[in-house]
């Protein structure tokens, strides 16, 4: 079936370093690939996506490849902040139609 | 343009009670979704409207929970009576049908976090 797996947290990181979130989906057809992140208390907000092979998803800094090769939409952020503490998702929607799915979610935590 | 709009952001009830939450769309979007996110876990779709239709209600326990889409623009989720395990923050996400199977974008309200004690 369809799928999306990320990496487990929480990934504890320190103020500056480089990020990485695994991120691999199964899926039948071409879907698009998705980043949504969520900060403490607010509902889940857009932050990058992509939608066909090779395609570079960027924003605030994060950025993610559509490697349909690997079936993968790893996250990668070269210098993070305490502000990026956050839950992210990946999630994909199915090629003709609206229906979304959601990986479980990691949750970053950045310290000073 | 305004957010999607959710109300109450807190409720807490005993089980077998009743709970309703209330979303206002963005403007224009054709699209409605519910989702369930438990502690820990990925939004799980509840329940998905296209205007005032049913698209995918597939995984909403239909025993217990119910949602309408008035006039394709507000909508109502209700649960009764209600479970511990439906304990959650209930998510209510809106999208324009006009990059139909592409970059659809979800645009969600701040969520509506039920406690069944």
């Known amino acids: 079936g369809n799928s999306v797996t990320q990496m487990e947290g929480p990934v504890t990181l320190s103020e500056e370093a480089f990020l990485t979130i695994n991120c691999t989906y199964t899926a039948t057809g071409y879907p698009s690939l998705f980043w949504y992140v969520q900060y403490p208390g607010e509902g889940l907000q857009l932050l990058l996506k992509?939608?066909?092979?090779?395609d570079k998803g960027s924003n605030k800094g994060f950025e993610a490849t559509y490697r349909k090769e690997t079936t993968s939409f790893h996250l990668e952020k070269g210098s993070v902040q305490v502000s990026d503490s956050a839950v992210y998702f990946c999630?994909?929607?199915?090629?003709?139609?609206?229906?979304?799915?959601f990986g479980t979610g990691t949750r970053l935590k950045v310290l000073a | 343009e305004a957010g999607v709009a959710q109300s109450p952001r807190y409720k807490i009830i005993e089980k077998r009670q009743s709970v309703a939450f209330w979303c206002n769309p963005i403007s224009g979007h054709a699209t409605l979704y519910w989702y369930q996110q438990i502690l820990g876990q990925g939004p799980k779709l509840l329940i998905q409207?296209?205007?005032?239709?049913?698209?995918?209600d597939s995984q909403l326990p239909k025993d217990r929970f119910s949602a309408e889409r008035l006039k394709g623009v507000d909508s109502t989720l209700k649960i009764q009576p209600a479970k511990l395990e439906d304990s959650a923050v209930y998510l209510c996400?809106?999208?324009?049908?006009?990059?139909?199977?592409?970059?659809?974008?979800?645009?969600f309200g701040a969520g509506s976090r039920l406690t069944v004690l």
């Open positions: 999630a994909l929607i199915l090629s003709g139609t609206y229906k979304y799915i």
């Open positions: 409207f296209q205007n005032n239709g049913v698209v995918d």
């Open positions: 992509a939608t066909k092979a090779d």
């Open positions: 996400a809106s999208s324009s049908d006009r990059d139909r199977g592409g970059a659809n974008v979800l645009t």
